[in-house]
């Protein structure tokens, strides 16, 4: 019995010399976190864009079927009215389509913004939680080599 109780102060004494600091960890969750948060906004902002420009794209057809839909006088009027309709919706593709690319380049150039920051702030984090237990353990080493002696 003496020999585990010896043992278990002897356990203590060890952790009691080499505390964990959680602030390092607690800094990397914030930061991954808020991380999060920040791409998360990115990303609902262009659902919102992209689902602004399909809306609007969908009326716009829309209101141009109208014309197809009409009653004509000539059948060449019909040919027309859907000549006309293919001419206005492929201009329109083409203007979505660069409403698209703008949104999905907007959410590039923000993402990779977002990483290099957090990078920058996670490599400086671990740069001083490192430092910082470098610094705890060798303090700690002296003092169980002093305490030794």
Do not use: C, H, R
């Not at 690319?101 to 671990?126: F, H, I, R, S, Y």
């Amino acid at each position: 019995m003496a020999t585990a109780q010896d043992f278990n102060k002897m356990v203590q004494d060890m952790v009691a010399n080499f505390p964990v600091d959680t602030t390092a960890y607690q800094d990397a969750f914030k930061t991954s976190a808020v991380l999060g948060e920040k791409m998360s906004k990115v990303a609902l902002e262009a659902a919102e864009k992209s689902n602004d420009i399909s809306s609007a794209w969908a009326k716009d057809t829309l209101g141009k079927l109208g014309s197809v839909t009409t009653a004509k006088a000539e059948p060449t009027e019909y040919t027309k009215a859907l000549t006309d309709f293919a001419s206005a919706s492929a201009e329109l593709a083409a203007e979505n389509l660069a409403a698209f690319a703008e949104v999905a380049k907007k959410v590039q150039m923000e993402t990779v913004e977002l990483v290099l920051a957090a990078g920058k702030d996670l490599t400086e984090e671990a740069t001083a939680a490192v430092k910082k237990a470098t610094d705890e353990a060798t303090a700690a080493a002296k003092k169980a080599t002093a305490a030794a002696k």
